[in-house]
Each structure stands twice: as structure tokens, then as C-alpha cells.
């Protein structure tokens, strides 16, 4: 029995078949990857566009841990700025209320504790460095252990800070300089804290003199306390600054990602009826290339 000639049909099926197969599992590597292409050749004339987004993404990544960091910091410095005020608010109330009454029990130890509490916020640090000593590292920046090793020092010789100041890049064209050092807020209060520990040691009651020199040492912590203040103040605008460009950066950041994920991203909706209908068709082509092969002539005149 003679086969009616298939071998043109089975040829054309074949091939299709193999696009199918083709189609299918890029259908499925779209499906497994949530991408349209497993590399830049795949995407064509987008892959330059994605591959500029990319470039500005990782830059605009890098300043936003640049701000992050930053931003951090300047958060270290209010805290510690912050604590400072807030000792040396409670020291002058004890202060006004031991001239009030003349009576100071534990006085002393209240003004050696705000010394120490002074000297533990200025010598705080960040990942191993001083916060308030510049560029410098090797020395804390505030050098006096105890409240008499200030008696008769020049307030300069009580720190070891320099006046460089650090800066990062914030955006394009955009550095932000920052830093505080202990010089910056505590120079006024070396001297208010020089006039208590000429006054001491001070016991249960206060002598005449004494009164005098608390009284005096008020008027010296209110000039050191706004120098705290101001420069907290100071702080305080850098961080709004900071957080204006951290929130520039964000948008940036979501803007490029959204444009690199519109030219690589499949749409897993339409990759979802991709593969349905490339199924259906495959399985079709199979099933009509099994008939074409068996064909005969006897089942062609049937």
C-alpha cells in the first residue's frame, strides 16, 4: 500500500512544533524569573535604556547611604547635645535651691556626677570613632577625668578636638558638611564648672563665699547652656536638611526602579495566558503531527 507523501506536512509541523516548544519555555523562564529576558541581548533596544537606569540607581543608592549614615550621626549629636542640656538643667535647679536655703547635702557628688555626665556625652562615640573630635581619633576629645583636674586650666587646654569637619555627597553636586566638636559646646562651661570646684569641697551647708561663687557659676552655666542650645539648633537644621535630600533620594530610588522594572519585568498576568495558549497549542501540534504520521493511503480513502 503506497503512504500519501508527508514528508513536506511533517517537515512544516515539525518546525512548528519547535517554536511552540520554544515559545512555551520562554513563557515559563518568564514565569520562574518574573523577567522578559535573561540578560540585555534579550531586551533589544530597551537594554541601553535599562542599563543608564541601572547606573543612576546604583547612584542614587549610594547617596542614600551616604544621607543614612549621616543621619545617624547627626542623631548621636542631639542625643548627647540634648543630654548635656537637660544635666545641666537639673544641676542649676539644685544649684538655686542649695542658695535658696543654704543647705547643699550631696551637692558636691550632684556637681561631680553633671562633670562626669559632661565629659561621658563629649567623649561618646560611633563605631569605635569620637563623635566631637573632628578628624582626629587618637585622643578623646575632652581630656579632664575629674572635676579638679579643670581647677586653673585655660578652658582651651581641656580639649584635644581640631576643627575639621566631615562632609559626604548627598546628591548630584550636593555635599553636606557636618560635625561638632567638644570645643564647640563646652568651652564656656569649663569656666562655669571652674567656679564650683574653687567653691569646694562643698559639705551640708553653705558658707557666704560659696553662695557667692554658686551664684556666680549660674550665670556661667546660662552662657554655656545657650552655646549648647545654639549649636543643637545648628543640628537640628542640618538634620531637616538631610532629611529633605533623603527623601529626594528615596524618590529617585523608587522612580528608577519602577522604569528599570517597566522594560524587564514580565507581566505575570499576560505570561499566566502565554503559557495556557502556547499549551493548548503545542499539545494541539502534537496531536496533529501523530495523525499526519500514521496517515496511509487506505485511511486517506476511507
Do not use: C, W
Amino acid at each position: 500500500m503506497t503512504r500519501v507523501a508527508t514528508i513536506p506536512l511533517q517537515t512544516t509541523l515539525s518546525g512548528a512544533i519547535m517554536r511552540a516548544q520554544q515559545d512555551l519555555a520562554t513563557s515559563q523562564m518568564q514565569l520562574n524569573t518574573k523577567k522578559k529576558a535573561t540578560d540585555y541581548a534579550g531586551l533589544g533596544l530597551d537594554a541601553v535604556r535599562t542599563l543608564s537606569a541601572r547606573s543612576m540607581l546604583v547612584t542614587q543608592e549610594t547617596y542614600q547611604t551616604n544621607i543614612s549614615r549621616v543621619s545617624t550621626t547627626l542623631s548621636l549629636y542631639q542625643a548627647n547635645l540634648e543630654q548635656i542640656d537637660s544635666s545641666l538643667g537639673d544641676l542649676r535647679e539644685e544649684l538655686f535651691n542649695a542658695i535658696g536655703t543654704g543647705n547643699s547635702p550631696g551637692l558636691q557628688g550632684m556637681i561631680e556626677d553633671a562633670f562626669k555626665g559632661l565629659r561621658a556625652s563629649l567623649n561618646a562615640t560611633e563605631a569605635g570613632k569620637y563623635l566631637f573630635a573632628g578628624s582626629q581619633n587618637a585622643t578623646a576629645p575632652f581630656l579632664p577625668e575629674k572635676l579638679e583636674d579643670i581647677a586653673g586650666i585655660d578652658p582651651e587646654e581641656a580639649f584635644a578636638n581640631d576643627d575639621v569637619r566631615q562632609s559626604t555627597r548627598a546628591g548630584e553636586g550636593v555635599d553636606v558638611q557636618y560635625g561638632i566638636g567638644a570645643s564647640d559646646v563646652a568651652k564656656k562651661l569649663i569656666t562655669a564648672f571652674q567656679a564650683l570646684a574653687d567653691a569646694g569641697p562643698i559639705g551640708d551647708t553653705l558658707t557666704a563665699d560659696q553662695k557667692q561663687a554658686l551664684t556666680d557659676a549660674i550665670e556661667l552655666f546660662d552662657a554655656g547652656v545657650a552655646d549648647v542650645r545654639t549649636v543643637n539648633a545648628q543640628n537640628g537644621r542640618r538634620q531637616a536638611q538631610v532629611e529633605t535630600l533623603e527623601t529626594r533620594a528615596e524618590d529617585r530610588v523608587k522612580l528608577l526602579t519602577e522604569v528599570i522594572g517597566s522594560v524587564e519585568d514580565a507581566d505575570m498576568g499576560q505570561v499566566a495566558l502565554d503559557i495556557t495558549q502556547r499549551q493548548t497549542i503545542l499539545q494541539a501540534s502534537y496531536s496533529v503531527f501523530a495523525q499526519l504520521n500514521s496517515m496511509s493511503l487506505a485511511n486517506f480513502l476511507k
